[in-house]
């Protein structure tokens, strides 16, 4: 299995994100690191600090070197698609080449609710989403875009520079929906980040995205598998179980989700517990 690392912007600092992402750049064993896109900490007290997961991942990767560096997952509500295309080039191109784009079609009502944010019923959420993903891929790849859809329209838009990457940064889409999210995933993605489960319904997603992958003609093996795993930093070696279980189910990116407070200090340990399972 390959691994990467994440950290929640959120009950933390910014000096402590950035010194766990830089001890992460130089560890080889971790190719790339995700924060995510909320603006209220999630699971947790709501009162608590949250930093913009763009504009934290942005920084973060002017402060690296290697490691690919990513938004686990952007939802879709909030921000029009085409402002997110343009989002996406530039930090490619800040980069380097190293942005994973991830997106999705978004869920969470209380900081909606907060900020005056629509956040549709599910069906029109999916709606939405598919919609932005045509755009967002045809601002990245085409000269100038035109698109009719019922949610977003484009007039002979641009999207300049284009990304380093080419066609486009990798789309990484996260969820588990077997009708809507695994539709979008074998038409658009590269990378599929199941959000975590038993191994037994891991298992059974991944036959579903093979079976939408049937549906389109696409091969399953052009995409890459994640979930997330779960550190316990008094005891890093707890996490083997996790990795084997879902290395087993077919997936083929372990995504740590280190828990806050950040340190660098869980990142050695982690490493000396994950390279005999890497590969």
């Known amino acids: 299995m390959r691994f990467a690392i994440k950290t929640s912007p959120q009950h933390t600092t910014w000096a402590d994100v950035l010194a766990v992402w830089q001890a992460a750049d130089d560890i080889e064993l971790f190719e790339s690191a995700w924060t995510f896109d909320h603006f209220y900490p999630i699971f947790s007290d709501p009162t608590g600090p949250c930093l913009e997961g763009w504009i934290a ?23 029009h698609p085409a402002v997110l295309a343009n ?13 994973e784009l991830g997106l999705g079609a978004g869920w969470n009502q209380e900081e909606s609710d907060a900020y005056g944010i629509d956040l549709p019923p599910l069906k029109e959420r999916f709606d939405r989403f ?8 045809s601002l990245l790849t085409k000269t100038e875009s035109t698109f009719d859809g019922e949610h977003y329209q484009l007039r002979d838009a641009r999207c300049e520079p284009k990304p380093v990457q080419q066609p ?44 939408r992958c049937a549906e389109i ?40 989700y280190l828990p806050t407070p950040h340190t660098p200090t869980v990142l050695e340990p982690l490493a000396s517990v994950l390279a005999p399972l890497a590969g």
Not at 231 to 252: C, F, K, M, R, Y
């Open 57 to 79: 991942t942005t920084a973060l990767a002017q402060a690296t070197r290697r490691i690919r560096v990513g938004v686990l997952v952007t939802g879709n509500p909030y921000r």
């Open 87 to 99: 989002m996406a080039a530039t930090l490619d191109v800040i980069s380097g080449g190293r942005l």
């Open 130 to 137: 598919d919609e932005a993903l045509e755009v967002i891929t």
């Open 168 to 211: 486009h940064p990798p789309i990484c889409i996260g969820g588990s929906g077997p009708n809507r999210t695994l539709r979008s995933v074998a038409r658009w993605a590269q990378h599929w980040n199941h959000p975590g489960g038993s191994p037994e319904q891991l298992a059974a997603a991944i036959e579903v995205l093979h079976q």
């Open 217 to 256: 003609g696409r091969d399953p093996a052009e995409i890459l598998i994640s979930t997330h795993l779960h550190l316990d930093v008094d005891d890093p070696s707890a996490i083997e179980g996790q990795i084997t279980a879902a290395a087993d189910a077919g997936i083929q990116l372990g995504i740590v």
